[in-house]
């Protein structure tokens, strides 16, 4: 049974930095992929970055350059690390993990992680 579980969440400045950590547990093989999401209140989902099973990352135009996806590969650990954060990126960070190669579809999810970034 595949499970996922967000850590790292927190209350920070403006300007402030958090490092999220996401651990998938139950994969058996290393043909799965990983993403970020994140939903404010009042507001629908939005999606921040993911990593395919072969390693590639994508990002959300609007979190470049600030975000940044780290995998561990031995440890089903997917890391987001968030710079110059900003009072509009609080929301819960949700974690996603699907059993492919590529992935736009995620079946697993975590219960979510809040953030809160406050000037």
């Known amino acids: 049974q595949i499970q996922v579980a967000e850590s790292g969440g927190g209350s920070v400045l403006a300007g402030g930095t958090l490092k999220l950590s996401c651990v998938a547990s139950?994969?058996?093989?290393?043909?799965?992929?990983m993403a970020w999401f994140r939903q404010a209140p009042g507001k629908e989902r939005e999606w921040i970055a993911s990593?395919?099973?072969?390693?590639?990352?994508r990002y959300a135009e609007s979190m470049k350059g600030r975000f940044t996806l780290s995998k561990d590969n031995a440890k089903h650990t997917l890391t987001l690390q968030m710079n110059s954060l900003k009072p509009e990126d609080t929301a819960l960070y949700y974690c996603?993990?699907?059993?492919?190669?590529?992935?736009?579809?995620?079946?697993?999810w975590g219960q979510g992680t809040q953030v809160t970034v406050s000037s």
């Open positions: 990593i395919d099973s072969d390693g590639s990352k």
């Open positions: 996603a993990s699907d059993v492919d190669s590529v992935c736009y579809d995620y079946q697993y």
């Open positions: 139950g994969y058996t093989g290393s043909t799965y992929c």
